[in-house]
């Protein structure tokens, strides 16, 4: 029998700063009690599978999302491994800054360039393309061989490094990124054959609600 492991990917629940809109990167804040709910409904949409390997990255809202995980799967306690390679982007000099308030002072284009362009450079932080540089190669040389060994890993992380790996997943175009989205609250499942590749992408969700993601 050809061995298929699965990756499933999920964004941290919602966080203080999410919450307050603001740019939150490499800053250690935690999840609001809201999105310690949230993170238990989407543990309820993995109750029937296991995992070998979990994944977090150092910032402290992607453990809390995942003690949520399990206890919404009803999994037992598992260890995790921690790697920067999968923190959120460093959004530098925006750190902490408004979102909304910054959108009204650089006027919309610039905006979007920066939230969700390929390689918008944003002062003193990582454009997407930054963040891809270092997830990618993570990925492929720790991540990809325990997939195709067969085996399920679970990587809780962000939406701008999560986007990154699903450019990387997908093959999607350094201008069809921009459009591509990380919801909360929803779980991609990708199938991974011996050789590597994608066989299947299903995708799980539950409603969350409005966010300032």
Known sequence: MTAHGILAITRHAESEWN????????????LTDKGKLDAEEVGTLLKDMTFDVV?????????????????GSEHAEVEHTINGAINERDYGDLTGKNKW??????????????RRGWDYPVPGGETL??????????????????????????MVAHGNSLRALMKHLEDISEEEIATVEMPFGHVH?????E???VTEKETRSVSTGPTNA
């Not at 307050?20 to 935690?30: H, N, P, Q, R, S």
């Not at 308030?101 to 920066?114: H, K, P, S």
């Open 19 to 30: 919450q307050l809109g603001k740019w939150t990167g490499l800053t250690d804040v935690d």
């Open 195 to 197: 050789q590597g590749s």
């Open 55 to 71: 994944l977090t990255s150092e910032q402290r809202r992607t453990h809390q999302t995942l003690q949520g995980i399990l206890k």
């Open 101 to 114: 308030e910054v959108q009204e002072e650089i006027g919309e284009a610039a905006f979007t360039g920066i």
């Open 189 to 193: 499942l990708y199938h991974i054959d």
């Open 129 to 154: 393309k930054d963040v891809f540089d270092r997830v990618v190669p993570y990925f492929d040389a720790e991540v990809l061989p325990l997939l195709k060994q067969g085996k399920n890993v679970l």
